[in-house]
């Protein structure tokens, strides 16, 4: 049974920071890309950022220098560091795994509000 389970989403003020955890199970972890993806209310679901299984990395431009992705292979764990957040990066950050399938978590609300 495929399972991704995000973890530490909260409420943060503008210019602080949260780090997201994504725990996954069921399938060879270090073969798939994994990725963050982010929707808040009213707009579509988009990528933050991704780590290919070869740990190359790519960036939603208004997260470069900001955001930062992580995997642990051993631990089949992936990690989105966020610093210097703003209100515009409220939304539900959602874990994802592709390779031949895809799979998703279920979110962790980020609200970044003073």
């Known amino acids: 049974q495929v399972q991704l389970v995000e973890s530490g989403g909260g409420l943060v003020q503008p210019g602080g920071s949260l780090r997201l955890s994504c725990a996954a199970s069921?399938?060879?972890?270090?073969?798939?890309?994994m990725a963050w993806y982010r929707q808040a209310p009213g707009s579509q679901r988009e990528k933050v950022a991704v780590?290919?299984?070869?740990?190359?990395?790519d960036y939603l431009d208004s997260v470069k220098g900001r955001f930062t992705i992580s995997r642990d292979d051993a631990k089949n764990m992936v990690y989105l560091q966020m610093n210097s957040l703003k209100p515009e990066d409220t939304a539900v950050y959602y874990c994802?795994?592709?390779?031949?399938?895809?799979?998703w978590g279920q979110g962790t609300q980020v609200t970044v509000s003073s």
């Open positions: 780590i290919m299984s070869t740990s190359r990395t």
């Open positions: 069921g399938f060879i972890f270090s073969t798939y890309a």
């Open positions: 994802n795994a592709k390779r031949l399938q895809e799979y």
